[in-house]
T-cell receptor, first 114, second 108 residues
Framework: DAGITQSPRHKVTETGTPVTLRCHQT?????MYWYRQDPGHGLRLIHY???????DKGEVSDGYSVSRSKTEDFLLTLESATSSQTSVYFCATSTPGLPYNEQFFGPGTRLTVL | EDQVTQSPEALRLQEGESSSLNCSYTVSGLRGLFWYRQDPGKGPEFLFT???AGEEKEKERLKATLTKKESFLHITAPKPEDSATYLC?????????FGAGTTVTVRA
């Protein structure tokens, strides 16, 4: 299994507070992704990165920002959390070559915004 | 509008009862279709990539096929450990879209 860890694994926060989720990988994979998973919607791509300092928006990027200063770390920040951002967040990586192909997922972070 | 639709939403099978899951898509310019398995409380686990119509991939009791408008995941003689949610995702035009998944329950 690819070494992907996410922290924290669970978080409860209040509306309007900033929140940062961390994804750490030990596989030296070039591509990294942040998804959210909600019942009935499946996984939706928030942001992705194709290298250090190279990031781009996904399908549902409003209210989220990302940073990647090292190959192994990809941070997701909710600038001002809202209740609609209550979700399970997954980080993923993929091997060099084609983007999106054969992604390895982390264990997820369950975020509740009150 | 939905780009990727999976059916059925849920499937209950008896051990050994083979069945198929469907993933239909309406995108143009397909670059790849992926199947993942997700166990409760865990991240998805990659199963297959299919690139072109007519392609097939197999892994143990699972077989994935692809046509121009849909993909099927066939489960042959399932066992209880095949119980999971199966997700398909479509890569097109530099975008990736996941279906909502089919939850499969296999009873012993």
């Amino acid at each position: 299994d690819a070494g992907i860890t996410q922290s924290p694994r669970h978080k409860v926060t209040e509306t309007g507070t900033p929140v940062t989720l961390r994804c750490h990988q030990t596989e030296n994979h070039r591509y990294m992704y942040w998804y959210r998973q909600d019942p009935g919607h499946g996984l939706r791509l928030i942001h992705y990165s194709y290298g250090v300092k190279d990031t781009d928006k996904g399908e549902v990027s409003d209210g989220y920002s990302v940073s990647r200063s090292k190959t192994e770390d990809f941070l997701l920040t909710l600038e001002s959390a809202t209740s609609s951002q209550t979700s399970v967040y997954f980080c993923a990586t993929s091997t060099p070559g084609l983007p999106y192909n054969e992604q390895f997922f982390g264990p997820g972070t369950r975020l509740t915004v009150l | 509008e939905d780009q990727v639709t999976q059916s059925p939403e849920a499937l209950r099978l008896q051990e050994g009862e083979s069945s198929s899951l469907n993933c239909s898509y309406t995108v143009s310019g397909l670059r790849g279709l992926f199947w993942y398995r997700q166990d409760p409380g865990k991240g998805p686990e990659f199963l297959f990539t299919l690139y072109s119509a007519g392609e097939e991939k197999e892994k143990e009791r699972l077989k994935a096929t692809l046509t121009k408008k849909e993909s099927f995941l066939h489960i042959t003689a399932p066992k209880p450990e095949d119980s999971a949610t199966y997700l398909c995702a479509v890569w097109y035009d530099y975008k990736l879209s996941f279906g909502a998944g089919t939850t499969v329950t296999v009873r012993a």
